[in-house]
């Protein structure tokens, strides 16, 4: 028999899966161009030409111990190579020891966990949030403390954040852009985050950290501003990938940097390797290290997305839908007509709608709609979209 708590977690079915499930079936009844799949966070675009050219290059090249294992932080010449662009950016003093290559944000934010979390350690996580967030703390023996974000603008509540900073609150996950509304958290509300944040480390005499998930860093549309978090808080890990930003999520690519200024810096870098170590991660894949470490001024279309982004945002608008426009991402976060979110979902699958429940994100009465798919899809959709928001008298 297995553990009785993955049993148990089994048993919570992912929504993301549900519908993609439902998808399938739907593909085979009538056909995959005629079911538009709103559903999965898997980039539609190819990587760019940078990236299958360095890609080619290396396979090519006999770079002399590529294919080994190296330092659990992975190679000296790509964490240089990071560690120079974000003191760029940040002029912080960030070197290569500051840098961890990891597999993926995923990877990234279980190897800060582990190292971070004590048992019992509470780790606050903002609602609407990615879901698999709740089961990386579980795996390092935290628990998750959820404080909902503002309904109206869904940028942070400072308020209830107050309240449920505690004694053992070890961390804080903050993701912007967001998954799934898309929102930017404005530099006024993060310094204001960071104020309490120092306020309740001197009354608890504690560290609480802050770990910063931006695989979607490089999708922002409009020219708003994302502020650089290490130029924010001081204790502060930054989690980032090149799943989205290069479209390479299949390969398991990341890193995490550990601010400069953070307490205990030397002990938290080496706590994040070992944790790299232990969990059988080892060090990040060592070819995709060396070809992003030659596409780091790389990345997707981002104009696409503002497209897609802009066509769909105007259309559940125009439909009736209320929805609050996306900053970043690749997401809308549009509210249900009715309060029962899994209804709604289930009623739109009748067009061959699919979408993900709030509910997946510990949002109920709101759905998402993810638009990193074709352009095709998204258009013809349209017709599917206006008959559902005419069942529900929306239009
Ligand atoms: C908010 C968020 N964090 C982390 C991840 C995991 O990304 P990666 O593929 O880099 O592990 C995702 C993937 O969709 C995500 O949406």
Known sequence: MISKKIHTNLGKSSWIRAMFEEGEKLRQKYGAENVFDFTLGNPDPEPPIAVKKALKDIVSSDIPGIHKYMNNAGFDDVRDSIAKKLKEETRLPISKDNIIMTCGAAGGLNIALKALLDPGDEVIVIAPYFAEYLFYIDNHGGVPIIVNADPTTFQLDLNALEKSITQNTKA????????????????????????????????????????????????????????????????????????????????????????????????????????????????????????????????????????????????????????????????????????????????????????????????????????????????????????????????
């Open 172 to 395: 804080i996950i903050l993701n912007s852009p967001n998954n799934p509304t898309g929102v930017i958290y404005s530099k006024e509300i993060l310094y204001e985050l960071k104020e309490l944040i120092e306020n309740k480390e001197r009354e608890f005499k504690s560290d609480i950290y802050v770990l910063s998930d931006e695989p979607y860093s490089k999708l922002v549309y409009d020219n708003v501003e994302l502020p650089n978090m290490l130029n924010i808080f001081e204790n502060i890990i930054v989690i980032n990938s090149f799943s989205k930003s290069l479209a390479l999520p299949g390969e398991r690519i990341g890193y995490a940097v550990v601010s400069p200024m953070a307490d205990d810096v030397d002990l938290l870098i080496d706590g994040l390797i070992f944790a790299n170590r232990i969990l059988g991660y080892v060090n990040a894949p060592a070819l995709f290290q060396k070809v992003i470490a030659r596409s780091l001024d790389a990345q997707v279309d981002v104009d696409t997305y503002r497209e897609k982004r802009d066509i769909l945002y105007n259309y559940f608008c125009e439909c009736g839908f209320e929805c609050i426009k996306p900053q970043g991402a690749f997401y809308l976060f549009p509210k249900t007509p009715i309060s029962d979110d899994v209804a709604f979902i289930n009623s739109a699958t009748k067009y061959n709608l699919l979408f993900v429940p709030g509910t997946g994100f510990g949002y109920p009465g709101y759905f998402r709609v993810s638009y990193c798919i074709s352009m095709d899809t998204i258009v013809n959709a349209k017709e599917s979209i206006k008959s559902l928001a005419q069942d529900y008298d929306l239009l």
